[in-house]
Each structure stands twice: as structure tokens, then as C-alpha cells.
């Protein structure tokens, strides 16, 4: 069984910043592409920021030059800082992860069951 944790959520005034941390555990013989979604009320999860095995990254249009994701692949773990936060910044955050379990090079994506993040103005 694998699992993804969140961990870093919170309550934080319009500028400011947050470090999103996801913890991925159990049975895996690897870690592909890990990424960071994100929900808003009455909106579609989102990709917010994506990192590849080999460490590619790639981000959403509006955080861009704001938030930074980082990988520690000996701790199995992604990350997530956000800095210059904005009310529209508010929702959700998820935590992806596509996960192989045997040495064949497909793998499984798995979710977190996201961190709420909440930006006042």
C-alpha cells in the first residue's frame, strides 16, 4: 500500500509565504513524476507545479516566478514553497505522485488528501 501526506497547510496574509511538504510511504520500487494540484471552491483541480524523475520541473501560468518545487528522492518526499501568496492563491493542495511498484517502467499515480491553504487579503 502506498501513501502520500501532506503537510504544511495554513493560514497566511496576502505576500506572505508557505512550504508545502508530501511524504510518499510503503511498498514502492520507485518514484516517477511528482507533482502539486490544487482545488478551489466550485472550481476543477488544477496542476499547479510538476518535477520529473530527473528533475525537470514545469509550472501553471499564474504561480510562476512565485512558487518552486524541489524533490528529495531519499526522503521520497516533494515540496512545495510558496512565497508572494495571493487571495487567489486559496484552495486545496494536493499531492501526486506516479509511483512504480515492480522495476517495469510504468507506474500508478496516487493522491494526497490535500492541505488546505488560505490566503487572506
Known amino acids: 500500500q502506498v501513501q502520500l501526506v501532506e503537510s504544511g497547510g495554513g493560514l497566511v496574509q496576502a505576500g506572505g509565504s508557505l512550504r508545502l511538504s508530501c511524504v510518499a510511504s510503503?511498498?514502492?520500487?520507485?518514484?516517477?513524476?511528482m507533482g502539486w494540484y490544487r482545488q478551489a471552491p466550485g472550481r476543477q483541480r488544477e496542476l499547479v507545479a510538476s518535477?520529473?524523475?530527473?528533475?525537470?520541473?514545469d509550472y501553471a501560468d499564474p504561480v510562476k516566478g512565485r512558487f518552486t518545487i524541489s524533490r528529495d528522492s531519499a526522503k521520497n518526499t516533494v515540496y512545495l514553497q510558496m512565497n508572494s501568496l495571493k487571495p487567489e492563491d486559496t484552495a486545496v493542495y494536493f499531492c501526486n505522485a506516479n509511483i512504480r511498484r515492480s522495476i517495469l517502467p510504468g507506474g500508478t499515480d496516487y493522491w494526497g488528501k490535500g492541505t488546505l491553504v488560505t490566503v487572506s487579503s
Open positions: 518535477s520529473t524523475r530527473s528533475g525537470i520541473t
Open positions: 510503503g511498498s514502492m520500487y520507485g518514484i516517477n513524476a
